[in-house]
């Protein structure tokens, strides 16, 4: 599946955003998504992760409480809501997909990758 992030920008802390992932493929709905991100020096992290019918969604301690996935399979997107954005979310942000359903926080068990969209909190 092609994956094709949007949605960053520029924002205040105590700002919100919301990042859409579009998808490209009839068998999106099959797929988990994925969002992590990826601050300068830093590896990649996972932020949020969604199971294929939606119904189970999983979070990094950090944004718990922050920030919302979802989907929405009819339009073959992925969202990621984040509210009350602090100076440490600043970092390029990507979505990946997997048909695995195990150890979903892992960047090894996703097969394809979005370009990113580049995040940035202003205190």
């Known amino acids: 599946v092609q994956l094709q992030a949007f949605g960053g920008g520029l924002v205040q802390a105590g700002g919100s955003l919301r990042l859409s992932c579009a998808a490209s493929?009839?068998?999106?709905?099959?797929?988990?998504m994925g969002w992590f991100r990826q601050a300068p020096g830093r590896e990649r992290e996972f932020v949020a992760a969604i199971d294929w019918t939606g119904g189970r969604t999983y979070y990094a301690d950090s944004v718990k409480g922050r920030f919302t996935i979802s989907r929405d399979n009819a339009k073959n997107t992925v969202y990621l809501r984040m509210n009350s954005l602090i100076p440490e979310d600043t970092a390029v942000y990507y979505c990946?997909?997997?048909?695995?359903?195990?150890?979903?926080?892992?960047?090894?068990?996703?097969?394809?990758w979005g370009q990113g969209t580049q995040v940035t909190v202003s205190s």
């Open positions: 493929g009839r068998t999106f709905s099959r797929y988990t």
């Open positions: 990946a997909a997997t048909l695995n359903t195990g150890a979903i926080s892992s960047l090894r068990v996703y097969d394809d």
